[in-house]
């Protein structure tokens, strides 16, 4: 039996700061991710939960998973699992900082919504088997992130770090 991908998105919010934000990306995260299925597998069901927080719960994250007691702007934690009955599941949670967020767009006079988009697609990646621990991985994942904003007309926002 052939399944097609299904993709479900549920979105919370930890963090006064966020409500206000979550109808816009919203859209923009279902924008994305038609945009991107090509990166997604057939044959799964992926179960996505976008969690809008703040610094301190990153830190707590980073902390117990990373080992960085550190802020973040995003983090992407993904599971698989193959069940003969369900068949093959990905489930990701991807946390985002609106500290860290705001503070990055301040910085580099960046709009917030582009730079989520940003931060989502790289966290889409990540759920489809992009990662960045060496340099190798870092540059292939980043072609793809450039590659993407651009058909969305975003710029590249590793100029910024450069």
Not at 68 to 92: P, Q, R
Not at 94 to 118: A, G, L, R
């Amino acid at each position: 039996m052939l399944m097609k991908k299904k993709i479900r998105v549920e979105f919370f919010s930890q963090s006064k700061k966020w409500p206000r934000r979550i109808p816009k990306i919203r859209k923009i995260t279902f924008f994305t991710i038609q945009h991107m299925k090509k990166y997604f597998k057939n044959n799964y069901l992926y179960n996505l939960n976008l969690i809008f927080s703040e610094k301190t719960k990153m830190r707590q994250l980073n902390k117990k998973y990373k080992n960085k007691y550190v802020d973040t702007d995003v983090l992407t934690f993904v599971s698989k699992i193959a069940n003969k009955n369900l068949g093959k599941l990905i489930y990701c949670d991807i946390f985002f900082s609106i500290d860290t967020i705001e503070k990055y767009v301040n910085k580099n006079h960046v709009k917030i919504y582009d730079h989520f988009t940003h931060l989502l697609i790289h966290s889409l990646l990540h759920l489809n088997d992009y990662d960045h621990k060496n340099l190798v991985q870092f540059n292939k994942m980043k072609k793809q992130e450039i590659k993407i904003l651009k058909k969305f007309e975003l710029k590249n926002p590793y100029e910024i770090y450069e």
